[in-house]
């Protein structure tokens, strides 16, 4: 079965500073995977998506993931944080199971960016 | 612009009663989804709908009813079965069989309340 672990419900960075968000997956086939990003009282907006192409995924944002299949991982980073990145993340895992294509929801990680 | 409406944004029931959540989409996207948000539990599936007049429970359905008579619209009852119903709930749409690799387009939400 699928599953995906968000380590953290809260991360705080300073402005300017290295965003690194995890999650981990389980999938018995390749899985999508996929961030989306939900700002305070708002749906959730796609940030990017892994699909069986390049390991590294540019999003939206200055957001990039890297899916690392031995480590079951596809964490989220951003090399400077902005005060308008402070938000909820959600990762997200899709496979084919015997139901057919499912997406599975992490907890989420909210992201705090002092000034 | 294309996109999903939710309507109302906020939204009080009191015990016993029955409230509709409306979800509207011009993106002319055949399936739509349910879910529910609880703060810490990311997101729960509650109903789809692959295709107009027919629709599947997902992993939440006890308490709620959905319907699926316009590809347009996809409107959740939450019934007074359903126990504990105060959450944020999200619609959300994709194409069929695309959801896995390309996502969903979120509604910005209804967050409901008993009161």
């Known amino acids: 079965a699928q599953s995906v672990t968000q380590l953290g419900s809260h991360v705080s960075v300073s402005e300017g500073a290295l965003v690194l968000l995890r999650c981990n997956y389980s999938s018995s086939v390749p899985p999508y995977l996929f961030w989306y990003v939900q700002y305070p009282n708002q749906g959730l907006q796609l940030l990017l998506k892994y699909t069986s192409a390049a390991t590294l995924v540019k999003g939206i944002n200055g957001f990039e993931a890297e899916f690392k299949k031995s480590e079951t991982s596809f964490h989220l980073t951003k090399p400077s944080a902005h005060m308008s990145d402070a938000a909820e993340y959600f990762c997200?895992?899709?496979?084919?199971?015997?139901?057919?294509?499912?997406?599975?929801f992490g907890a989420g990680t909210r992201l705090f960016v002092k000034a | 612009d294309g996109g999903i409406t939710q309507s109302p944004k906020y939204l009080f029931r009191k015990e016993g009663q029955n409230v509709t959540l409306s979800c509207e989409q011009n993106l002319n996207h055949d399936a739509m989804y349910w879910y529910r948000q609880d703060p810490g539990q990311g997101l729960r599936l509650i109903y789809y709908s692959q295709i107009v007049n027919d629709f599947q429970k997902g992993d939440i359905a006890e308490g709620y009813s959905v319907s699926r008579e316009k590809k347009e619209s996809f409107p959740l009852t939450v019934t007074s079965a359903q126990k504990n119903p105060t959450a944020f709930y999200l619609c959300a749409s994709s194409v069929p069989g695309t959801a896995t690799n390309y996502g969903y387009t979120f509604g910005s939400g209804t967050r409901l309340t008993v009161v």
């Open positions: 997200a895992v899709s496979d084919r199971g015997t139901g057919g294509f499912k997406t599975i």
